[in-house]
Nanobody, 119 residues
Framework: QVQLVESGGGLVQPGGSLRLSCAGP????????MGWYRQAPGKQRDMVAK???????DYADAVKGRFTISRDNAKRTVYLQMDNLKPEDTAVYYC?????????????WGQGIQVTVSS
């Protein structure tokens, strides 16, 4: 069983910043694409940002220019730097590890961490 452990969430005022971290095993960080997803109450889980093992990134339009994803494979950690936060960023954020292997999508998820943006 793969464990992904998130940290860094909490309550922040609009315009503020938070950095989320996700730590996992070496076997994951060496070859898996890592990502952050979020789910607000009553809504589906959506991709926020993802980064390949070689460092290529992709972002949801809603967070482009405000969020930055990065990874440190030596520390087995992926980060999500969130700046200029807005109330609509409020959600549970999930760390994801994904790999396509022999035509099958392999996905592992963290337990989720709450981010609340409110004054």
């Amino acid at each position: 069983q793969v464990q992904l452990v998130e940290s860094g969430g909490g309550l922040v005022q609009p315009g503020g910043s938070l950095r989320l971290s996700c730590a996992g095993p070496t076997s994951i960080f060496s070859i898996y694409e890592m990502g952050w997803y979020r789910q607000a109450p009553g809504k589906q889980r959506d991709m926020v940002a993802k980064i390949t093992s070689s460092g290529n990134t992709d972002y949801a339009d809603a967070v482009k220019g405000r969020f930055t994803i990065s990874r440190d494979n030596a520390k087995r950690t992926v980060y999500l730097q969130m700046d200029n936060l807005k109330p609509e960023d409020t959600a549970v954020y999930y760390c994801n590890a994904h790999r396509l292997l022999l035509g099958r999508h392999l996905n592992f998820w963290g337990q989720g961490i709450q981010v609340t943006v409110s004054s």
